[in-house]
């Protein structure tokens, strides 16, 4: 049932960010030829360097927010490849690796929250873009607000407390048998939702980045 | 005959099975028959021993009960196996350094009786001290068979059949005798078998030794000889027992109390401490730190299961209709429908069995068993283990305890027949993944026995085999005191004269190409082989070492246990301690299991043996670094609860403060628009 949901919600999420890319471009035409397809991911890979105009703190932010990335990235592959190509439960040496990294995800996406909160928060221009919504008017939205970004990021630091607490409490002496498998399922539907949310936040960052540049 | 209310009697049935309803105990004031069938009288001469058969055939299908657990091993066919492993019975020798599991029920690692020759008559030689009757006991010896045992043809008629001793059980009766000097095991002891019941129950008194009759001096007839042997072994019955009509009052109960389970199922631990002991030499006395048993002494500090303590009794949980096949507690049980007998089980009775069709059995709380919690136990602790690992046996230790057991050391006879056998060392407890793929606390005993390899197959030797073959390299002749860990020790050398000794006997394979039966020895968890260094020449004979391997019939005997369960404070990560598995040493998984061997190295500082022992985990289906490192993590675990509670209060706050200053952005947009 979870492996079900998971693959088609992944899939559903993955597949509504490829028809926003191409219904929504970024700047110029993209070039589809082989080099024009090379340059893009080179493009893409620098994205995830540290840019040379940054100050200490904003490298230190870049490098939290890309340490929090990369164990996302590990914490998803031992989480869910497990119980969904494989499935098996997670267990053995991966389930070492899924404890290990899952503090440092939590202190790197903390330092990343505090630090990105600011420039994530909703301003005068999301209030005008939920205005606009409101009365239908919502040409552009997809394609020009930053509502989405910062929508995202919020939503991932909501949802980031249910799935570390989740796992956390179920570790004390406090919930029986039934609050286990409770905890559980909420530790992994939780997750799943991070995961949707937090392909679609990368996705409008880099979408974000691309235009700036 | 006088019975009870309870009673009542159908067509099919004898008079005495089955139940009305009525919840009273029948009284039981009836008639005795002997093993002809004739009505008992303790007044004529030569009066015959009471035949339980006979007298509570009577009124109970006897040919029902005889297929019950207790007696029904013998029924049990070749091809068969019972996954569920349980205590074996142990042929010993402490002289041939021999400990063999046996059972009939095709365990894994036990060897059937007729995989060792051991007929049925030497089996109820073995271990019928300690048994209920029928079973091999029950079967007459046919005179002719080809596979009959000749001591068995000429000593059955003597000795007689050893019937079911129903009272064994049922009697309620404290003067019940199964281990007194001249109690029922003193009558196996001296192979009167048709005797035993009528001395258990305190009947009467019986003298002579079936084993000691000279088989000539009786007919040549066996129905004249079990005619005459009353002569020779006599019974004077109590008449005291008797009321005018000869009938006698059994004090039989439908629920045995556990002191007669414990008869046959009792397990003592081996108290054993370092102590100060002085030693004297004959130059001189000196003290030294030695392990003192102190068993006896302590024995009185020991607890019962918590079950006995809060006034449960072993058949509340073990029960049985007619056809006495003992509810063994399983989960995995038959359901039969009703959930009346899965919830019969630890998980059943605690929890309850959802797929039971009554809504009670479904809700679990049988006879007021507490539901428990499990707080902060993850759930798949259920999977992985059985209920016992953590609420069952002794909490485990750095090395875990020895035990006896009643059946394999013969615990509870008294006087002068009482023997103190400290062999096999029975460890207790080992987490073993049993067959049921879950680990729960085993006993366990590491086999030593003489066989015969032939294609990978082992095949052991019985004692007296081995006994005849190799009494020089044995050193059977010699009284030795010499004892290394309670063995009577033996070198490399030894093994090796031996091996050539039984080597020498084997005839050569008939056929050209077959296999060629090696003589082996097990024990240690190895198996000791012959390999020749030297080929023979014209004048000199081959030459060999001994040389040890593994081998899956030298793996360690283990049966799951599931007593005695302990309060639930003192269960294994109760009250969130994970540590009690999990810290980097828990014996759980890094308990170290002696490799329990007779083999030791002879100096001049006289025998000496480097101890081998095996971790826990090996017998798990683990992987031991795994594991390591996996109960590592335990150490940083308090630090990343707090390190994520920290960083979750953190994220918290922020999304409080901005969700704040939001819904301030948004009140007063809100105002601006007024």
Known sequence: MFATISIWAIIIVLGLVVVHWFACPVGQKRDLSFGGLVRFKVHVLTMFFLDQKLTLVGKLKKLVYMVALLCFLILFLTGFVPRLICGVPLSGYTLMIHATFAPVFAVCAMIAIVGYAQQCRFTRDELDWVERLMRCRCKDLLCNSDLGRKLTFWLAAVLILPVALSMIVSMYPIFGTKGQEILFELHRYFALVLVLVAIGHVYLVMRAKFKAD | ?674
């Open chain 2, 1 to 674: 005959m006088v019975i009870g209310p309870a009673m009542a009697a159908t067509a099919e049935k004898g008079l005495g099975d089955g139940n009305d309803g009525n919840r009273s105990e029948p009284v039981h004031w009836i008639t005795l028959y002997d093993d002809l069938g004739n009505e008992l009288k303790p007044g004529e001469k030569f009066p015959r021993p009471v035949s339980m058969k006979n007298t509570c055939g009577k009124c109970h299908d006897y040919a029902t009960i005889s297929g019950g657990w207790h007696f029904n091993s013998c029924r049990v066919p070749s091809d068969q196996s019972d996954p569920r492993v349980g205590e074996p019975w142990v042929l010993r020798d402490s002289a041939t350094r021999t400990m063999i599991p046996v059972s009939n029920r095709g365990w894994d690692g036990a060897f059937r009786p007729e995989q060792i020759r051991l007929t049925g008559w030497q089996w109820i030689k073995q271990f019928g001290t300690h048994y209920p009757g029928g079973n091999y006991g029950e079967i007459p010896v046919d005179p002719d068979s080809e596979t009959a045992d000749p001591e068995a043809i000429i000593r059955q008629p003597i000795s007689g059949l050893y019937e079911i001793n129903c009272l064994v059980c049922h009697s309620a009766d404290a003067r019940q005798d199964q281990g007194s000097p001249d109690g029922a095991a003193m009558q196996v002891a001296r192979q009167n078998y048709r005797w035993v019941a009528t001395v258990g129950a305190g009947l009467g008194t019986v003298k002579g030794t079936a084993s000691a009759i000279d088989e000539f001096s009786m007919p040549l007839e066996p129905d004249q000889t079990s005619l005459k042997i009353v002569e020779k072994i006599t019974t004077t019955y109590d008449s005291r027992a008797f009321d005018p009509e000869n009938k006698v009052f059994f004090d039989i109960v439908r629920q045995p109390p556990p002191q007669r389970c414990y008869f046959c199922h009792s397990t003592q631990t081996q108290i054993k401490k370092t102590e100060q002991v002085k030693v004297k030499s004959a130059e001189q006395e000196k003290i030294e730190q030695r392990q003192v048993d102190r068993t006896a002494e302590l024995d009185w500090i020991t607890d019962e299961d918590v079950h006995l303590a809060s006034g449960l009794t072993c058949v509340d949980c073990h029960r049985n209709g007619d056809d006495h096949m003992i509810t063994r507690g399983d989960t995995e049980q038959e359901n039969e429908g009703r959930g009346a007998v899965s919830t019969l089980s630890c998980r059943g009775c605690h929890l309850g069995d959802e797929t039971a069709d009554a809504e009670a059995a479904r809700k679990g709380g049988r006879l007021g068993a507490p539901h428990p919690r499990h707080a902060g136990i993850p759930t798949i602790h259920f999977t992985e283990l059985s209920c016992t690992a953590c609420h069952s046996g002794p909490v485990p230790a750095k090395e875990p305890e020895m035990v006896k057991t009643s059946r394999i050391h013969k615990l509870g006879l008294h006087g002068k027949h009482a023997i103190d056998l400290p062999l096999p060392h029975i460890m207790n407890p080992v987490f073993v993944r049993g067959q049921d793929h879950k680990i729960a606390p085993h006993k366990m005993f590491w086999p030593a026995f003489w066989a015969v390899e032939t294609k990978e197959k082992i095949t052991p030797m019985l004692p007296e085999d081995v006994a005849f073959l190799a009494e020089e390299p044995l050193q059977l002749t010699i009284q030795s005191e010499d004892r290394v860990n309670d063995w009577r020790p033996m070198t490399s050398e030894q093994i090796k004269q031996t091996l050539m000794a039984i080597q020498a006997d084997m005839p050569e394979p008939e056929e050209e190409n077959a296999a060629v039966p090696q003589a082996v020895y097990i024990a240690g968890g190895k198996v000791y082989k012959l390999n020749q260094t030297k080929p023979a020449t014209e004048n000199t004979e081959a030459e060999y070492e001994v040389v040890t391997a593994d081998h899956e019939a030298a793996r360690p005997y283990s049966w799951p246990i599931a007593h005695n369960v302990r309060p639930a404070t003192q269960s294994l990560g109760a009250e969130g301690q994970c540590g009690d598995c999990h810290a980097t040493d828990a014996p759980f998984f890094f308990g170290q299991v002696a490799m329990d061997t007779p083999v030791a190295e002879q100096g001049e500082q006289g025998w000496t043996q480097q101890p081998q022992t095996a971790a826990m985990v090996s017998f798990q289906d683990i992987d031991a670094t795994y594991i390591g490192w996996f109960n590592w993590s335990f150490v940083f675990r308090p630090m990343m609860k707090i390190t994520v509670l920290l960083c979750c209060a953190v994220i918290a706050a922020v999304l409080v403060l901005y969700g704040l200053r939001a819904l301030g952005c948004l009140a007063g947009a809100v105002s601006d628009e007024w």
